[in-house]
């Protein structure tokens, strides 16, 4: 298991000590996440207009919202990746098939060549009696 990573990063003007598993670039990642979502609220009269509590809250309900909408994105991507493994499978499933019968055309084709090749010689040696 890998250690925990602490890193100091600054987010609406304060500094916090974070800490993950994760690296201290995907942590300092995080961070700026949050401070340019806070920043970008704050360009908002409205939003600056509200109670501390209310702001947080709403950051909070707009981070859910960013997350709720990344997944779904995510579920879609790994329902459609299911959809073409599958896809994947059947095509593979049909080459083998195909590759067989293809082997079945060309096996049966060379004893027929093997066969008229016999009949040639046959109605060869019968002409020439």
Known sequence: MSSKNYIDVVIDGKIYN??????EAYLQKVASYIN?????????EDFRMQKPDMQRILLEINIANDYFKAKKQADLLEDDLSIK????YDLKHELILSDAKAQTATDE??????????LEKEIIRLQSK
């Open 85 to 88: 493994e599958k896809e994947v």
């Open 18 to 23: 974070i800490g993950g598993f994760e690296s």
């Open 109 to 118: 084709l060379e004893n027929a060549l093997e066969k008229i090749k016999e």
């Open 36 to 44: 340019n979502m806070i920043l970008e609220f704050k360009k908002n």
